[in-house]
């Protein structure tokens, strides 16, 4: 089989390789200089739609409504775009053996492919049950959701189990949106975590009371303290039952797992230096290895703002950071310096009528401000974090676009906070003086 030769290389076919490529043609790529390498079978999309829009019973969101760069307000790019800008699009093929001494690629179907300069773009997989020896983890209809493949997977499975019984295995965000959208599809949802609250990670106890009320009043019944420790199934293999470690036992026409995922770095194993679970990069995105990148869910970089180096799970940072690394590799041939990567952390997600937003980070003290009761006409309220008498991170429920931009500007300034009380009692007045 022919090698195929390309001065750039992009492996991984998700929101990252999407926003890289975009950013190659704002550089001026010549054609025929870059391939994008994507095991999936469609060109890069907006992921965070598949937990979302994808899956309403009305009006659901549809490929090719959703490919990047459109989820942050930028061109559609739809496969012939790459084509005309002369970008190999390459999809369907697994990268399986990455060697970076020689800098090849071979895919499974045993072809290969040298670059110049390779930006790791893997991503992420989901945990799955199965990987822990959970009993009857392998049944029909316990499903998972990373690629769009696995939507329309779980599309068929509403259909088929129309008005069923659903049980929903985690709580975080996965957890709590697919729980949402699939009440809208009229489904009777349980959602079994074992943390005392839902969104640990970031939600405080106060902030968890919110949603988890808020679930509840919507009809969603949720089990916390427990885990899904087996499953049966029916004569046609299909999941029957889901069993907990606190004895109760959950009828489940499906089942739908959020417990996590891990970065894709096994092709790069003992081949780069890695550390925090992910590949060691410097503000540039430049791994230790000379002309090789890593970015978004698999790249372990510094974050300027706190002084300590991190791994960010979340879609902006992985538009953002594919961004900079081709600025950083056309800097570089150009003997010219950008700016290192300035990161202010950002989350968000949507669900039922809701909408919220985080900004910062979510250490020390917490103060909560504003209407944070579930049963609220139009609840709005949200949060800060304050360590060392300095905000440092802001979270809003509700908030209109210029009340988000004034508490993401709260959590990059970090201003001075007088007292906890003050700040309940400012609220939002607290951001908008900044």
């Known amino acids: 089989m022919a090698e195929k030769s390309f001065k750039y290389v992009i492996v991984g076919g998700g929101v990252s390789a999407g926003y890289a490529a975009r950013e190659f043609s704002k550089q001026g790529v010549q054609p025929g200089e870059l391939a994008v390498i994507s095991k999936e079978g469609v060109a890069p999309y907006e992921r965070p739609a598949l937990s979302k829009a994808y899956l309403f019973p009305e009006g659901a969101a549809r490929l090719p409504g959703f490919h990047v760069c459109v989820g942050s307000g930028g061109e559609r790019l739809l496969p012939e775009w790459y084509t005309q800008k002369g970008i190999s699009l390459i999809l369907n093929t697994e990268i399986v053996k990455a060697d970076l001494t020689s800098k090849t690629l071979t895919s499974a179907a045993g072809e290969t492919f040298t670059y110049k300069y390779l930006i790791i773009a893997t991503g992420s997989t989901t945990l799955k049950l199965t990987d822990f020896g959970v009993e009857g983890a392998n049944a029909k209809n316990i499903l998972y959701l990373r690629e769009i493949d ?122 780069v230096e890695e550390e925090k679970g992910g590949i060691k990069t410097d503000a540039f995105f430049k791994t230790s290895v000379p002309d090789v990148y890593a970015v978004g869910d698999v790249a372990t970089f510094p974050m300027k703002l706190y002084g300590d180096i991190r791994r960010v799970e979340h879609v902006d940072h992985s538009r953002k950071s594919a961004e900079q690394a081709v600025k950083a590799i056309f800097a570089s041939e150009q003997g010219k310096e950008i700016e290192a990567y300035d990161y202010l952390p950002y989350f968000y997600s949507r669900s039922f009528d809701l909408s919220w937003q985080f900004y910062g980070d979510n250490v020390g003290d917490t103060v909560i401000f504003g209407d944070h009761d579930p049963s609220s006409a139009k609840p709005k309220f949200g949060s800060y974090w304050i360590k060392e008498g300095k905000v440092v991170g802001a979270f809003l429920e509700g908030g209109a676009p210029e009340e988000n931009q004034a508490i993401a500007k709260v959590a990059k300034l970090q201003p001075l906070a007088s007292s906890l009380d003050v700040l309940a009692k400012e609220g939002l007045e607290f951001a908008s003086k900044i």
């Open 150 to 271: 696995d939507a329309d997977q779980l599309v068929e499975a509403i259909k088929a189990k129309k008005n069923g019984t659903a049980v929903v295995v985690g709580g975080g965000y996965i957890g709590l949106e697919l729980s949402a959208v699939l009440k809208i599809n009229n489904f009777d949802v349980k959602m079994v975590y074992p943390e005392p609250w839902c969104m640990p990670r970031l939600f405080t106890s106060e902030i968890a009371a919110f949603y988890e009320g808020y679930y509840a009043k919507k009809g969603v019944s949720i089990i916390k303290g427990t885990v899904a420790v087996g499953f049966t199934s029916n004569d046609n293999g299909e999941v029957k039952e889901v069993k907990l470690k606190d004895g109760r036992v959950l009828e489940a026409d499906i089942v739908v797992v959020g417990v996590g995922a891990r970065p894709l770095t096994n092709l790069f194993k003992g081949q």
